[in-house]
Structures are given as C-alpha cells and as structure tokens.
C-alpha cells in the first residue's frame, strides 16, 4: 500500500520535475528536441529549426533508412574491444566533463560510472566550431551531451578531425552501429556521430542515453534535430520510416514518432542495451532465455552458455561469465 | 578443348565462391532459427494473446496507453509477465487510475517494463536457474531494475525490491515474439 501511494506520489513530483517539463514543454531536454523535422538541410548543418513552432516539416527521403550496405551485424570472439569495457554496458552521463560509462554489471545494473573517455584536445580543438568547453549546468543536467540543441546542428557539415578516426563507439553500441562502405560511426563528448566516409564531414549525432534511463512517453517530444535514422542495425528491416512515422532509438528502446509533429506515439521496441565481446554478463541473465526458434542450437552447455538480448544471441563462459560471442538471431 | 577448361574453370569458381559464402556466413555467426520451434509457437503475438483474454484487460489498457502495444505485436522475443485483472483490483484504491493518468505515463512505463523480460523464458527455464542458483534466480527486466524468482512447493514466486510477491498463475503461453506467463500480483520497480 504504501510503495502505491509513494508511486502516486512520485507521478505527482514527476509532473512538476523541471527536466521533464522542459522536454515536453520546450520540446528541448535529452537533445534539444525542437523536433518535429529533420530536413535534408538540417542534416547538413543549415536551415532553421521551425518545428517547434507548430512546423510540420518532413524528413527528408534521403536521410530515410540511410544506412545502406550494412555490414553484418555480427561480433565474433576476439572483437577489437580488448576488454576494455568489461562490466560497461551503458554510456549515460557525463562528470566533469567526461563521458563516463554506467555499468550494468553484475552487482547493480546501471549503478557505477566508470570513465572511459576525456580528451580535453577535442574540445579546444572544436572551439569556436559549436564546442563548449564546460558544460552549462542547465545542460548538464538534462543530460543531453552538454551540447545545445543549436550548437550541435552546427556540428553536422563539419569535417570530423582525422586525430579522431579512432573514437570508437563503446562496446555497447558497436554492434549496433558497425561501420559500413557509406558510414563510419564514432563517439565524443557523450554523442554518437555518424560520418560520411568519403567526405569525412560528419552527417548526423544524437546523445548517447540521452534520457538518462527514463523512457520517452507517449506525447513527449522526440528530439529530432541533430539525430538521423538511428534504428539500431539488427532491428532496421522491422523499423523503416513511413509516411507517417518516424521510428528513431532513445534510451530504452526504439521510438515510434510522429512525423507531422515530432512526438512519440508509442514504443516499438525495448531495448535493453548492447553488450560486448569480454564483458561480463550482467545480472539477471542466469536465467536461460534464448528464443524458442534457436533453441535447437544454442543450449547451455558445461563449456558453454547462450543468452539473448537485444536481438543476439551471446555465448558465455559459464566459469567467468565474460561473453565470449555475440551471435546475430533477431527472430 | 578450350572450352571446356574455361567452363570447367567457371564452375570451379562458383562453387569455390558459393563455398566462401557459406563459411563466411557460418563466420560471421548469423543464426538460423529453427522452423519447428518458430511454428510450435504459431503467428498469435503477445499482443494477439492478451487482447482475446478478458482477464488481461487492465494490463492491456494499461499497455496501450502508455505505447506498449507496440512493443508486444513487434518481432520481440519478450517475456510477459501480466499481472490478472483481479491483481490489479488488490491495488490500492484509486492507485491504477491515478497512473493511468497522461500525467503518469512515465510511470506507469516503468511499472510495466519492469514485468517485461528479455528473450523467452519458460517457466522451466526460471525452475532450473532457481535450483542452480541455490534456490533463488535473479531476472533482468527491460525496466532495468530486477526481480528475484524463488519456488514456493512447486510454485514459482517472484519478488520486486520492495519484497512484494507474486506467483506465477499460468505458464508459458507461446507466441510468435515471446511467452506469457501470469502473475496474481503486480510488482513494482524500486
């Protein structure tokens, strides 16, 4: 009795929560979130954000489902990762102006940070380009990258410092956003870009978890002026753009967006968060749960054990419990 | 002559091709699924399932309102565990419709996700992990936090943070995107 009415309670703080009605107030929060568009312009760095003042303006086809020739989607044992996300699942939030990981290892899912990123040289080096040094503390505190919404539209159509061809995105988005013959995908300063690789000139970014562990909810506005089609791989031929939706991933899972008026009608998908070659499971995972279409295949074993999660399938040693495979099986 | 060894070359080519392909994709690790399994489970989603069940009707509208439907008709694989609607009636008074309210949306998807699970799990499945993990399992929700299986007898109980319980009432209903399973209680994450 007394968790529901403090659950009441909370709705009632919830509502009244700065942060969240900024996001749905100002359409800003996790990201900026003038949304609503996301025009061909846009995605290159020019044209006004008109949306949030009752634009109806569509995204452009071309940046629609951009993301062609995929790579498979696939990480076997021995992936680049070296292990040096083990534990880390999640990059929520930053501290002191570095991005650190949460982890979702196995003692608290989503409990410690740890760093894992902080050159100063890229932040001097984008100054004057859109690039804060300092994080404001109204920013900081919607977790949105520590970027204004302006400022990172003006990122896109700016040409990614080749120092930073290595900016990796984390073990946690690797398999989600893998390299391909038109994209390169990489992380800075808490944000996911996306990169044309010929041009070297970055065409898209969104804030890595940018809402903080929360969902978005039905009716909060989506922000949609930096991001692109960011789908994760393995879910994109469920999820294509159409004429009347936008399906776009936030933490927590992939968003279906309204695309007269940029706001969220519902979840499509949860998503849980990518885990990585050399990472332990986290917990909650002892449980077998492979999906009943690969179960012929993948059974634990004394050598080995299966579980899923976000569309894959990873093989675990059961001793160490370090995954040791991730294995694409989005049913 | 001639001819012939450049045929024979060519074929020797396909197939050496067709060979690569087939171990690159045995490389790259894509996993075929099972069609005898994928068929047991039939067409029928999660969503198809709930909504031709009268007693699910307060998770269902919960579901819909807070853009979970999605979710439970997608490609998933999920694992459901829906609180009845006479679960939902040993609420507290007026606690349901007050996360009902647009207001409490964000809540209210946390109280749902939290009864929604990653991948298939059958109840046999929490059974086993219950008895090697030395009489309790740990269960990863999509809401993030976790809830604690424990057997009761034969019964299958889970327990939220808080240590509210709820038993496991109807087993492994399969679907195409997942299973059901019901629970007489609902939980909440911390």
């Known amino acids: ?331 | 002559m001639r001819n012939l060894t450049i045929l024979t070359g060519l074929a020797a080519t396909l197939i050496l091709v067709a060979g690569c392909d087939r171990a690159n994709k045995a490389a790259d690790g894509n996993a075929p699924a099972s069609a005898e399994a994928a068929d047991a489970a039939g067409n029928s989603t999660i969503a198809d399932g709930l909504a031709g069940n009268a007693s699910d009707s307060k998770f269902v509208a919960a579901a819909k309102s807070v853009g979970l439907d999605k979710t439970l008709a997608g490609p998933g694989p999920y694992t459901v565990l829906v609180p009845s609607d006479a679960a939902f009636d040993k609420l507290p008074a007026g606690a349901l419709d007050a996360l009902m309210k647009p207001d409490s949306r964000a809540q209210l998807t946390g109280v749902l996700t939290y009864h929604i699970l990653p991948g298939t799990i059958l109840v046999a499945d929490i059974t086993k992990a219950i008895d090697n993990g030395k009489g309790k399992a740990v269960l990863a929700t999509m809401g993030g936090a976790t809830l604690t299986a424990t057997k009761d007898g034969d019964k299958i109980v889970l327990a939220d943070a808080a240590g509210t319980k709820a038993v496991i009432t109807g087993v492994d209903d399969k679907r195409s995107n997942g299973v059901v399973h019901q629970i007489d209680a609902v939980l909440m994450p911390s």
């Open chain 1, 1 to 331: 009795m007394t968790k529901w009415i403090l659950a009441a309670g909370a709705a009632a703080l919830a509502i009244a929560s700065p942060a969240l009605a900024d996001r749905e107030g100002q359409g800003g929060g996790k990201g900026g979130g003038k949304g609503g568009q996301q025009s061909a312009k846009a995605d290159r760095g020019g044209g006004k954000d008109r949306a949030d003042r009752g634009g109806n303006a569509r995204v452009a086809k071309a940046d629609r489902g951009s993301d062609k020739k995929q790579s498979h989607a696939v990480r076997l044992s021995g992936s680049d990762d070296h292990g040096k996300n083990r534990g880390n699942a999640k990059v929520r939030d930053r501290d002191n102006n570095r991005v650190v990981v949460k982890s979702r290892d196995i003692d608290n899912r989503g409990s410690r940070f740890v760093r894992v990123d902080g050159d100063d040289r890229f932040d001097r080096r984008f100054a004057g380009n859109g690039w804060i040094n300092d994080c404001p503390p109204g920013l900081a505190k919607k977790h949105n990258g520590c970027l204004p919404p302006g400022q990172a539209k003006k990122l896109v159509g700016t040409r990614w410092p080749d120092a930073y061809q290595r900016s990796f995105l984390p073990a946690s988005y690797r398999n989600w956003y893998p390299d391909n013959d038109d994209y390169l995908y990489r992380v800075r300063d808490g944000y996911v870009y996306r990169i044309d690789r010929d041009r070297g000139l970055i065409n898209g970014l969104f804030p890595m978890f940018d809402n903080d562990g929360d969902f978005y909810t039905v009716g909060q506005r989506y922000p949609l002026d930096y991001g692109f089609y960011n789908v994760p791989t393995q879910y994109q031929r469920y999820y294509a753009d159409n004429n009347d939706y936008l399906y776009r991933y936030g933490d927590g899972g992939i968003y279906q967006v309204n695309r007269s008026n940029g706001l969220v009608e519902g979840i499509a998908a949860l998503l849980a968060g990518d885990f990585g070659v050399g990472q332990r499971m986290p917990l909650g995972y002892d449980t077998y749960n492979v999906p009943l279409g690969y179960r012929d295949q993948y059974y634990d074993t004394a050598d080995n054990m299966y579980r899923y999660n976000d569309g894959y399938i990873y093989r675990v040693d059961p001793t160490t419990q370090l995954i040791t495979a991730v294995i694409s099986a989005l049913v």
